[in-house]
Every structure is written in structure tokens, then in C-alpha cells.
């Protein structure tokens, strides 16, 4: 009894080291086929944000049919987009993939109207309005999950939603290219449910079965983990076999909401375990018949057969994945012990290896998520670029210059100095345009903007804010400063000719300044309006000529003004 009580022990903490290591190893699966599943649906997530800052000005300037090819590169890229459309305000589709559903309401689909008010993500469901329209190879309906981003212009306003449905299958594909590899080693299936136990994506028949509640309350304690349970769709629990299963969450991404999908890797338990536990039964067998016989001699034994599977069980607690020197030995103490250890080598040999799979197919995704947000970075980057600058100058564009301006207008207010706008536009330049071709027109511009710069300081704030009316901003200035600033300007261009095939081409401009000493309320329009009016004043005293503000202000207007 001795003799079997000890081999049953020690057998049991080796088939426990078994299912622990096993364990850990299908819950490291789950957790990569997890982190590339969050992987790609970021990656779904940011091409959306990019494709809206390309098609959100197109939207802006009323050029809807330039989106056709944009959303089509888009469905290029990534397969898996069963639909991808821009939806109006009202919920009518203007323009998708190939035009399904072009001109179809969707205002009641649910992704419309959460997308109104922020980026959403749908979790999967039957396709409705496109069952029809998409090739569908199975007898299975298509299952869709939802991306909608809504699209609003500068000021706010909702131009649109952007949407996309994604085949569900997606899901499937990349769990099966992470597994094929692994498949004739570990010999194990993945199974992804929603958050309610419903099957996504799993073994042939479990596809909309729910996964046992014992199994959903084992796994709501922990967001990964491994366990060992009965798991079955088709017969009843009491049927089943056990399984070794790893699980773990979807993490999602804080820019939008995620699925709380169950990402489960699983193997049968008695595959795993059934050598350990053959052997286990053999040695108590055996304890129990030999036992009255020899009697006189269980001591020694009992120490013969227990001394390699104790040496067993040490190598099996001091085993360290990451050195290949803590590999078991292959005992020849009995033919049992040389199964046991053999195996358990074999076993050893096989995660080690996995683990280094693993590791490398971890770095390989760490690098894959730096490469893309270096990319996303530099895209951006250009984006905020393009957005702020004028193409044909370079200098600052409208939206740019308020962004300066407002800044530079709240410090002044702080420091309880003056500002100074100077606004100026070429004179006749129609006449120009008109006389020598637009090419002649952008040259005269770009040289007005080259003018400009030479004549300011470095703080000083440029832009082109209009066809050919530029702005300036003087910080910690006085009126006269900035009309001697405006005159200076004034008198270099009208000096300075730009040279033709046809001759010499004298360009004049008129100037209009206006200073102000803020307070917190004032806004850089309320300035604009004012240079605006001088520079208007200019204009109708004969152009070419520099004309302030206060020249033309009546008794009633806003004070603040200095002179």
C-alpha cells in the first residue's frame, strides 16, 4: 500500500507540472491570438482616421464624386472589408465599394446612429442589407462586425459617417494562421465567443452555441488564465470530455470601445495527460500485486521504484523553459521510468521551442505595431503640415494665422501691451491676372510674400489670408511703429518691379493698420475688422498708401484703440 500510495503521489505531481506548463502554454496562445486580433482592429481604426482627413476636405469643398477611388484603395488593402461607404447626414449612402447600397437609407441601422456622435465599433451580426448583394461560398449567413467614424469640418459640423462592414471570418483566418503553425504540435483549437458565451468562431458545429455557464463564471474572475473543464456544444456536459483550456479578453484601444470578446485556446485534457496517467495506474497495479509476495523486500522496493520518479519530479520543479541544460534525462531504471522520462523529455524539447516561437513571433508584432505608428506619425505630421500652410507661398494659411494670432493675442493681454495688425492687397491685381495670365499672378504674389518676410522681424506673424490680401501681426508695438513697419513695406514693392519678357511690372499695394490693447474678451476678428476697414479706406483714397485705423474711427467706436 506504501508502495502504491507513493507512486500514485509522485506520478500526480508530475501530471500536475504537465498541466500547469500546458496550461500556461495554451493561455500564452490566446493571449497572442488576442493581441493580434486588438493589432488589427486598431489597424482598421487608424485607417479610418486617416482616410477622414483626406475625404473630410473633399467633403468641405462639395467634391463627393472624388471619393470612389479613395474608399476603393481602401477596400485594396485589406480584403476583409465587405462594405465600405460615406453615408450624408440623413443617412443615405452617397458613395461606397463598387456602389452597393449607393443611395439606400440606413439611417435606422444601428452603426448609423451611434456613429453621429462618436467613433463606433459594432460586434458581429447577420448581414441584412448587403445578405443578397456579396458572394457567399457557404450555406452559412455572412456575419459582419461594424466600423463607423463620424466626419465633421473644422467648425464642427457633421459632413457625414464614414462606415464599413468587416467578414467575420477576418476573425477566423488570422486565428487560423496563427495556429497551422503550431497545429501538429500542440494539436489545439481556438474558440472566440462574445460577451454574453455566444461562439463566434470555433470548431465545426459549436458556431452560435453558447459555451457552458460553469465555464463563463470560472472564467469572469480573471482576464486570462488556464483551467481544466468540461467543454461541449453538441453533447450533453455529462458526456463531455475535459478539456485543457487558456483563455483571455480583448484589451480594445481608449480612442474607441472594443468587444469584450473570450478568446479560448483549447486541448483534451486526456491527450495531454495520457501517458502520465497510464503510467500512474500501472505502478499502483502493480504495487498491489507484488505487495503480499514480496513483503520482505517492499523497503528496498519501495526505494527502487520511487528514487527516479522522485529524480523526476525535482528535474520537473527545476525545469526552466529558457536554458536548454534543464532538460530531463532519459532514465533507464525500468521501462516505465524510461517512457515517463523520455516523454516528459520529448514534451520539454517541444515547449522550449514553442517558447521560442512564441518570443519570436512576439517581437515580430512589437515591431510591426513601432513600424506602423512611425508611419501613422509621419502621415500626420504631413497632414498638419499641408493644413497649415499656403501651397503657393508657403507662408501661413488663414486658419493657421487666427491659430498664431489668438496666442499671441492672450499674451498681450496678460503683459497689458499693444498688438498690431497690418492687412495689405495688391492693387488692380485682376487687371494683372487678366493682362499677363495667372502665371504672372502667382509669381506677383509669391514676391509680395517674399517682400513681406524681409521686412518683418522673426516674431512677427505672416500669412496669406486671401486670393491676394496678406495679414501681419506686430507683437509690443505702438500705431506709429507699425505704420512706419506698413510704409517701409509699401514703398519696397512699389521699388521693387517684377521683371517680365514683356518689360518691368510695378506692383503697388494698399495697407491698412489697426492696433489694440486687449483685454480677456477681445478676439483677433475684432482686429481683422479694424485693419479691414483701413485697408478699405486706403483703397478708396487712391490705393498705393498706408491708412490707420483711428484716421477714419468716429467717436463711437469700440475703445481700446491706441494711438
Known amino acids: 500500500m506504501a508502495t502504491a500510495g507513493s507512486t500514485w503521489l509522485v506520478s500526480n505531481l508530475a501530471v500536475e507540472a504537465l498541466r500547469t506548463s500546458t496550461g500556461q502554454n495554451l493561455e500564452e496562445i490566446a493571449i497572442q491570438f488576442r493581441d493580434k486580433i486588438d493589432l488589427d482592429l486598431s489597424e ?45 447626414p440623413e443617412g443615405v449612402v452617397v458613395e461606397s465599394n463598387g ?18 456622435k462618436q467613433p463606433y465599433m459594432g460586434d458581429a451580426h447577420d448581414a441584412i442589407l448587403l445578405a443578397e448583394k456579396l458572394y457567399n461560398p457557404t450555406s452559412a449567413p455572412l456575419r459582419f462586425l461594424d466600423l463607423a467614424l463620424p466626419l465633421r469640418s473644422e467648425e464642427g459640423k457633421l459632413l457625414g459617417v464614414l462606415g464599413a462592414h468587416l467578414y467575420l471570418d477576418w476573425v477566423a483566418n488570422m ?5 497551422t503553425p503550431l497545429r501538429r504540435r500542440l494539436n489545439a483549437e481556438f474558440i472566440v465567443a462574445d460577451q454574453s458565451g455566444v461562439v463566434l468562431i470555433g470548431p465545426p458545429g459549436s458556431t452560435r452555441q453558447r459555451l457552458p455557464d460553469a465555464l463563463i463564471e470560472q472564467v469572469k474572475a480573471s482576464n486570462s488564465g488556464h483551467l481544466t473543464t468540461k467543454l461541449a456544444f453538441n453533447d450533453s456536459l455529462a458526456e463531455a470530455q475535459d478539456y485543457l483550456v487558456g483563455f483571455t479578453r480583448l ?14 485556446v ?53 525545469w526552466d523553459p529558457e536554458k536548454a541544460d534543464t532538460l530531463f534525462q532519459v532514465r533507464e531504471d525500468y521501462a516505465e521510468v524510461k ?3 523520455s516523454v516528459l523529455r520529448d514534451l520539454v524539447r517541444r515547449l522550449a521551442r514553442k517558447t521560442r516561437e512564441l518570443n519570436e513571433l512576439n517581437a515580430h508584432l512589437e515591431q510591426r505595431v513601432a513600424d506602423r505608428t512611425q508611419e501613422l506619425e509621419r502621415v500626420n505630421l504631413q497632414l498638419e503640415t499641408t493644413a497649415r500652410t499656403d501651397s503657393l507661398t508657403g507662408l501661413s494659411n488663414r486658419g493657421h494665422y487666427f491659430e498664431l494670432g489668438e496666442t499671441a493675442l492672450k499674451k498681450a493681454a496678460r503683459s497689458n501691451s499693444t498688438v498690431a495688425v497690418i492687412m495689405f492687397d495688391a492693387d488692380h491685381f485682376k487687371k494683372v491676372n487678366d493682362t499677363y495670365g495667372h502665371a504672372v499672378g502667382d509669381r506677383a504674389l509669391v514676391r509680395l510674400a517674399q517682400m513681406a518676410l524681409q521686412a518683418l522681424r522673426e516674431t512677427d506673424i505672416l500669412a496669406r489670408v486671401g486670393g491676394e490680401e496678406f495679414a501681419i501681426m506686430l507683437e509690443n ?19 521693387s518691379p517684377l521683371v517680365l519678357e514683356e518689360g518691368e511690372l510695378v506692383l503697388t499695394v494698399s495697407v491698412g493698420v489697426a492696433c489694440l490693447k486687449p483685454g480677456k474678451s477681445d478676439h483677433l476678428e475684432t482686429l481683422l475688422v479694424l485693419a479691414d476697414k483701413a485697408l478699405y479706406a486706403a483703397k478708396a483714397g487712391g490705393r498705393n498708401r498706408v491708412c490707420r485705423y483711428t484716421e477714419i474711427m468716429s467717436a463711437t467706436d469700440k475703445p481700446g484703440a491706441t494711438s
Open 44 to 88: 482598421r481604426y487608424n485607417d479610418f482616421n486617416v482616410v477622414s482627413a483626406f475625404i473630410t476636405p473633399l467633403l468641405e469643398q462639395g467634391r463627393e464624386a472624388e471619393l470612389a477611388p479613395i474608399i476603393d484603395s481602401l477596400q485594396d488593402n485589406f480584403s476583409s472589408y465587405a462594405w465600405i461607404g460615406f453615408v450624408s
Open 266 to 318: 483549447r486541448k483534451p485534457a486526456a491527450e495531454a495527460f495520457g501517458t502520465a496517467r497510464e503510467l500512474q495506474k500501472s505502478l499502483i497495479i502493480v504495487g498491489l500485486l507484488v505487495a503480499p509476495i514480496l513483503l520482505l523486500f517492499v523497503s528496498l522496493a519501495a526505494r527502487w521504484t520511487t528514487r527516479p520518479l522522485l529524480s523526476i519530479t525535482r528535474e520537473a520543479n527545476q
Open 99 to 116: 456602389g452597393l447600397l449607393r443611395g439606400a437609407d440606413v439611417s435606422q441601422r444601428p452603426w448609423f446612429n451611434q456613429a453621429l
Open 251 to 264: 484589451q480594445g484601444a481608449a480612442e474607441y470601445r472594443s468587444f469584450n470578446w473570450l478568446v479560448l
Open 339 to 341: 517512457t515517463l522520462s
Open 477 to 495: 508695438t505702438t500705431e506709429q511703429m507699425a505704420v512706419e513697419v506698413a510704409e517701409r513695406l509699401r514703398a519696397s514693392i512699389e521699388a
Open 175 to 179: 486565428g487560423q494562421s496563427l495556429m
